[in-house]
């Protein structure tokens, strides 16, 4: 890092930041008498340049199992980025998942959130998410 003092404003410059990848950042103030604790980290963001196209990628996946009991309602949470901003897809026993009745599928910021209500026994089976973008899918 690069770190400019302009009267009261300190500006840095950061080496090595890859375009698609999600960052959050941390501050340090230091001077003679040593150094700050670190602030709390920055949100979440993702560096886009126009142009540039990335595969999607998870950053939230859902849990590898559940268990619930008939009429409870099940949630699944996935989040994925990528360039240009990927679809989420869900799948079960890999047979696409559409919205019906008891079956919600809301778009979230960066992801998807299925819900299930009044679970059933051939509701069990496999979920699967897939991100896709014009770039690839995971």
């Known amino acids: 890092t690069v770190t400019q003092i302009e009267g009261a404003t300190c ?6 930041i890859l ?3 999600m ?3 941390r501050v340090r103030a ?3 008498i ?10 979440s963001f993702v560096i886009d340049t126009p142009g540039v196209h990335i595969a999607p990628y998870f950053i939230l996946c859902p849990p590898a199992e559940v268990a619930k009991y008939v009429h ?4 699944f949470r996935a989040k994925a980025l990528g360039t240009p901003k990927p679809n989420i897809l869900w799948q079960k026993d890999e047979e696409p998942i559409f919205i019906t009745e008891g079956i919600d599928i809301q778009e979230e910021p960066d992801g998807s959130l299925l819900t299930v209500h009044n ?3 051939d509701d069990d089976g496999v979920i699967q998410c897939v991100a896709v973008n014009r770039v690839g899918k995971a």
Not at 34 to 43: E, Q, V
């Open 11 to 16: 500006r840095s410059m950061l080496d090595n």
């Open 19 to 21: 375009c698609g990848i």
């Open 23 to 25: 960052y959050r950042f």
């Open 30 to 32: 230091f001077n003679e």
């Open 34 to 43: 040593g150094s700050s604790i670190p602030c709390i980290p920055s949100d």
């Open 72 to 75: 409870e309602k099940v949630q």
């Open 119 to 121: 679970l059933q026994m």
